[in-house]
T-cell receptor, first 116, second 116 residues
Framework: EPEVTQTPSHQVTQMGQEVILRCVPISNHLYFYWYRQILGQKVEFLVSFYNNEISEKSEIFDDQFSVERPDGSNFTLKIRSTKLEDSAMYFC??????????????FGSGTRLTVV | AQKVTQAQTEISVVEKEDVTLDCVYETRDTTYYLFWYKQPPSGELVFLIRRNSFDEQNEISGRYSWNFQKSTSSFNFTITASQVVDSAVYFCALSDRFQGAQKLVFGQGTRLTINP
């Protein structure tokens, strides 16, 4: 079964450092997303991406965050200057056209980011 | 604004019991999608179901069933004859985007523990 691949699975970084989280979405999916989950809390939407541009972003997704699809397969989330409160699990997801059947909205296994 | 409420923070049952996880949602839109995801202890998010707002038919998949009632804005999930492997956090989510990228709004999750 196709899957969304995220690397690394765990990253520890010093406060103020830049991090790049990487994702390989499912190849025939058109829409790409990043979500985050602070430990023990709900999953929160960060950003959606379609046709090489951001289609929607949340209030969490401020100027410290950026996304990019540098080639035909990777989808990255960059945090420019990490803060302690950026510590969370970050999930990448990809989805098909909404009227696809069966429909897939698949999450990767996540990258646990720890800012120290 | 959209909101998803999963009032049951934790549920604990004995194996083979049936268990229902409640989900109540709020949206001003008449067209929307509802989702359920499972998050096992390993942390990934596993897609279980997507239902659109036009389809109020109940759905059954093996031991899993879903009851969608627009009149009460609920999309409840029942596990019949529960098993230890069903132990996980379950999230209900809502998307009011009927076209394009699907931003998901998640509930707080229900932690389900199945005891042998």
């Amino acid at each position: 079964e196709p899957e969304v691949t995220q690397t690394p699975s765990h990253q520890v970084t010093q406060m103020g450092q830049e991090v790049i989280l990487r994702c390989v979405p499912i190849s025939n999916h058109l829409y790409f997303y990043w979500y985050r989950q602070i430990l023990g809390q709900k999953v929160e939407f960060l950003v959606s991406f379609y046709n090489n541009e951001i289609s929607e972003k949340s209030e969490i997704f401020d100027d410290q965050f950026s996304v990019e699809r540098p080639d035909g397969s990777n989808f990255t989330l960059k945090i420019r200057s990490t803060k302690l409160e950026d510590s969370a699990m970050y999930f990448c997801a990809s989805s098909e056209l909404p009227d696809s059947s069966p429909y897939g909205y698949t999450f990767g296994s996540g990258t646990r980011l720890t800012v120290v | 604004a959209q909101k998803v409420t999963q009032a049951q923070t934790e549920i604990s049952v004995v194996e083979k019991e049936d268990v229902t996880l409640d989900c109540v949602y709020e949206t001003r839109d008449t067209t929307y999608y509802l989702f359920w995801y499972k998050q096992p202890p390993s942390g990934e998010l596993v897609f279980l179901i997507r239902r659109n707002s036009f389809d109020e038919q109940n759905e059954i998949s093996g031991r899993y069933s879903w009851n969608f009632q627009k009149s009460t804005s609920s999309f409840n999930f029942t596990i019949t004859a529960s098993q230890v492997v069903d132990s996980a956090v379950y999230f209900c989510a809502l998307s009011d985007r009927f076209q394009g990228a699907q931003k998901l709004v998640f509930g707080q999750g229900t932690r389900l523990t199945i005891n042998p």
